[in-house]
């Protein structure tokens, strides 16, 4: 579809980009951009720049993004990409303008390293300074996975620990957001789905044990159930049909109790990738499907047809090198050569059987339409290749596959379906997300319309400034 990225780079090594030792501090390849420190006072909100198009009638509503923002002090780093401090960005379209803010999210550990100035707390990645004062999960909580609202309230979400609440005006942090004074700390992931009518469900896992939350779309809790899924995999994401929670559990496991914790995990190709689903209505009822080895961060969303099966897609490796070795890399090296992740589907039979159709896309950061959360749809969006230069969507229905290259001095980040007032068709929508111009050293705003993503976008802003790659975000309408 493109030139790779390993290309790419390969080609500016051999111009001499990378001529240069690597140095953590002085990092100038085009993705060191994606990772460089954001100012510790964040940005007040400023006008976006339009630089193509015009923001289309009815668009209006705030987009938020959350990613790592900040990655070392002087003398000190962050040992992966997934330990950097949450840096929430909101994105205001409004009256066809733009405004963009972004402030870091105050958290605990963020708290202990800028009075310190370096990087004490350990993390995913990170092995910590061994004075750090860890108390509980939430003494290291970075804030940084993504974001979601809970009726008026913003929630910075990370993976292990609480959601931390913002000012979604301001983006002000109030603080942990304890959900149940029984269960504070508990982890609570990055990938909450929710349904249409607004019902909220998530999960957390320590090891084998693990806990479905389900809450009330004000984001009271309703329900929190303790359970043992049987072996210690690494869950990031999973899906949720109309009637079942879908639980992968891929074969990646955390044998050992080691600092960081990603050096405790192991990689098992020997295993299978198992997926465990559960009923909503009797969490007891549980099945457990298996499919070959493979490693998966990310879901699209899940469905049932008329059979019974359950469909869902999601993108996957064929190991876990990405998040055990290039993620960690980034952060100090000059490379990033992992290949991508490939799309593919996954049908659970009712019999029992487990199946696998791959799109032969690669891509990340799958984004579907969430008024379909659970039923049937067809389209899906993602970035290609890992961390590519181009947008694409996927149509499962028709097998066609529609995509826009930005250019390989773009590096784009996840796009949100954004529903088109008073529509409800799946391709009735626009998708919007963010890619940061290497170049322009800019980050910018796009639009598309989702039913024609190879006519480009329909709207871009851009930023006067450059800030970090994000991972996740929440699209609100005004
Ligand atoms: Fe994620």
Redesign the pocket.
Known sequence: MHLSRRSLLAGAAAAGAFAAAPDVFANETPWSLGVENAPAEGFPQAPMRLIHGRSPRGLEGVLFRNGPGWFRYPGSATGHWFDGDGFIQRFAIADGRARHSARFADTNKRRIETARQQIVMPGFGTRGQPSAPVNNADSLNAAN??VMMAGAELWALWEGGSPTQLDPATLQTVGLRTLRPDLAHMPFT??PKVEPNGRIWNVGFYGQRGVIWRLSADGGVEDAHVLDIGQPSYV??WAVSARHLIIPLQPWLHERTVAPLVEGYVWRPDLPFRVMVLEKDNLANRRIYELPAMFF??TGDAWEDAAGAIHFDLCVTPDADFVTRQAREMISGPELNAPGAELVMATLHPDGRAELARSGHRGE?PQTDRRRQGNRRELVAMVDDNIGHALGVMNWRTGAFAAHDFGAHQMVQEHLFAPKPGRSGEHEAWLIGVTLNTRERATELHVFDAAGVGDGPVASWRSPYATPYG??GTWAAA
């Open positions: 996975t993504s990055a990938h990031h994401d961060f990310h950061f991972f996740h």
